[in-house]
């Protein structure tokens, strides 16, 4: 069965700082990326996903993520981060048809200051 | 588009009593239906998925059950709660049409078990 890690249980940064947020899995069959975030209060929603094509994605609100297959990462970025940043991030693999093997990193929390 | 919908939002229950979560999703047919519990530091559990009515999956033995009386309808039961069972309670969809899909999440159910 495939597992997700996440580098970082807590990260804290100054605004206008660079992220990065390191994930990783282990699977060896074709898979599905997502990066999700989890604002205080609200719905998880979907940051950004890697179906095919360029390893280099860009999702919402300035953030991507690369794909790389040698080394079954799947590390999130920003440039420069915001206050409103501050959230939970979790990585995903989807290695099954329906879902059923959707599996969730632990998340890593960032806490971003003014 | 589609919306889905959670409830209770939140949910204080003593030892040994019965539950009843309910999901529906709008705007969308022949979903594929998620349940999961976050808990903090561990990411999302998947505990049930349904590709169709009536069609239950578990993936994790457990006090818990799950049922689907209808396209856009997901139940998440237990006869008799226990203490373990408090926690953060997902319902997700994601599309059949698709394989691989994301997943999109409902507001989430809080359960305290007393």
């Known amino acids: 069965a495939q597992s997700v890690s996440q580098h970082n249980h807590h990260v804290i940064l100054s605004e206008a700082a660079s992220l990065e947020l390191g994930c990783n899995y282990s699977?060896?069959?074709?898979?599905?990326l997502f990066w999700y975030v989890q604002y205080p209060g609200q719905h998880l929603q979907l940051l950004l996903k890697?179906?095919?094509?360029?390893?280099l994605v860009k999702g919402i609100k300035g953030f991507e993520a690369e794909f790389i297959k040698s080394k079954f990462s799947f590390n999130l970025r920003k440039p420069s981060v915001q206050w409103s940043d501050t959230a939970e991030y979790f990585c995903?693999?989807?290695?099954?048809?329906?879902?059923?093997?959707?599996?969730f990193g632990p998340g890593t929390r960032l806490s971003v200051l003014p | 588009s589609q919306t889905i919908h959670q409830w209770p939002a939140t949910l204080v229950q003593p030892v040994g009593s019965p539950l009843s979560l309910e999901c529906t999703v709008e705007?969308?047919?022949?979903?594929?239906l998620y349940w999961y519990r976050q808990a903090a530091g561990r990411g999302l559990q998947l505990l049930f998925y349904s590709v169709g009515i009536g069609q239950i999956s578990s993936e994790v033995p457990q006090n818990l059950s799950a049922s689907r009386p209808q396209d856009r309808q997901f139940i998440l039961s237990s006869k008799k709660l226990l203490l373990s069972d408090s926690g953060f309670y997902l319902c997700a969809w994601s599309a059949t049409s698709v394989p691989y899909n994301e997943q999109f999440f409902g507001p989430g159910t809080r359960l305290t078990v007393l």
């Open positions: 890697y179906f095919s094509g360029d390893p």
């Open positions: 699977y060896g069959g074709t898979v599905n």
């Open positions: 705007g969308t047919s022949n979903p594929n």
């Open positions: 995903a693999v989807n290695a099954g048809h329906y879902g059923q093997n959707f599996v």
